[in-house]
């Protein structure tokens, strides 16, 4: 394979617009275009504009596509009815997370997967060959689309300046093909930034076109192009998880406070349900560490790695993502916590930061919610 990142349909864009480019999962990407701050305000305030082509799509059709997935992953996607979608995850035969995922039912018979960028090879090897005797084809989409994203409390207004399609009536975690200015597109209510939005699934050729749409649209809505930099602090604001930081093949579902996505009860086996099952009765009668966000008043900043000490000095957990956190004007983290001190207002923790303790407050995920 070429050491050479990939790029988007959008690249001559970014570089147009004098983004700070970056090596992201093997593809080029804008990490930001100029302030990261204003970025992630313009989407918590106003609306942002994203390109998340660099996502990996992967199609799963035929008369058993269903059954495929929910012997595949730890969902239900059975019971997901079309033009609807799901969180959901793909585990191994131990239960460690190989990817979060978000599956989008678009006829009965057709899924679409969007894996992580990283992660995308193995999620399609994974799919195919738990697919062996199932009537399901599963296809390496990730050429045939491109991927944007309009994130903000204004995303509705700009995107209905654009499209005939009833936004008022998409739901959350939900889809519908529509034309967007003119092109065709598949719209779905979601995002990964705490706030409402769209993420726009089109033709690579068309990309272009609907970002210039875009931005022409959100000009008097203050948009501004978004990059990978004010992602994270947007969807760590969120309490949203990372792959590679608080969701890892050493990690499950249950380890990750998200349980709920496990489906134990649907029909037949699926793979890693033993190990998940076990893992479940963990959780309730012996927790390992439990993922808590941390926040402090001190300026130095937690990040991804570092221990988290009680106050005799041992470790009690470690840091899985910290920012500065623009909304609420403080440093926040993420962090695995030992159970015995995960509990919100648990006093006495601190992060070690370059060997000096810094003291944080325990508190309940997420940082921030908005206010609908």
Not at 1 to 24: C, I, N, Y
Not at 151 to 164: E, H, K, N, S, Y
Request: proline share 6%; glycine share 10%; hydrophobic share 45%.
């Amino acid at each position: 394979m070429s050491d050479t990142p990939r790029v988007t349909a959008l690249d001559a864009v970014h570089r147009a617009l004098g983004a700070t480019m970056t090596d992201f999962a093997g593809w080029s990407m804008p990490l930001r275009y100029g302030s990261e701050r204003a970025e992630h305000q313009a989407v918590r305030t106003g609306v942002g504009l994203f390109d998340l082509s660099h996502m990996g799509e992967i199609t799963v059709r035929g008369a058993d596509a269903a059954a495929l997935l929910d012997h595949a992953l730890v969902g239900r996607l059975s019971a997901v009815r079309p033009g609807r979608a799901r969180y959901t995850m793909i585990c191994a035969a131990d239960g460690g997370i190989l990817d979060d995922l978000i599956v989008y039912r678009l006829a009965d018979d057709t899924f679409l997967v969007v894996a992580n960028a990283a992660n995308a090879e193995r999620v399609l090897a994974a799919l195919r060959e738990r697919g062996a005797g199932f009537a399901a084809e599963v296809r390496d989409d990730r050429d045939a689309y491109a991927l944007l994203a309009v994130q903000g409390p204004a995303a509705a207004g700009v995107l209905a300046r654009l499209t005939d399609a009833e936004l008022s009536g998409l739901r959350y975690y939900a889809s519908l093909p529509a034309t967007v200015a003119g092109r065709s597109v598949l719209i779905a209510r979601t995002g990964y930034t705490g706030e409402d939005g769209f993420e726009l699934f089109c033709a690579p050729a068309d990309a272009e076109p609907l970002w210039a749409a875009l931005a022409e649209a959100g000009a008097g809505d203050g948009l501004v192009p978004c990059g990978l930099s004010c992602r994270d602090t947007l969807r760590l604001e969120a309490g949203m998880p990372l792959y590679g930081h608080e969701l890892t093949e050493r990690t499950t579902p249950f380890d990750a406070g998200l349980g709920r996505v496990v489906k134990f009860d649907k029909p037949g086996d699926f793979v890693g349900r033993a190990a998940l099952e076990r893992a479940a009765e963990r959780a309730v009668s012996d927790p390992p560490r439990v993922l808590v966000g941390l926040v402090t008043d001190e300026r130095r900043v937690p990040r991804a790695g570092y221990p988290v000490v009680d106050a005799t000095g041992a470790v009690i957990g470690e840091v899985t993502s910290g920012a500065p956190s623009p909304t609420l004007g403080r440093p926040i983290a993420m962090a695995y916590l030992d159970a015995a001190h995960a509990e919100p207002g648990t006093a006495g923790v601190a992060v070690d930061i370059r060997g000096t303790a810094v003291p944080h407050s325990v508190v309940a995920l997420p940082f921030y919610r908005r206010q609908d």
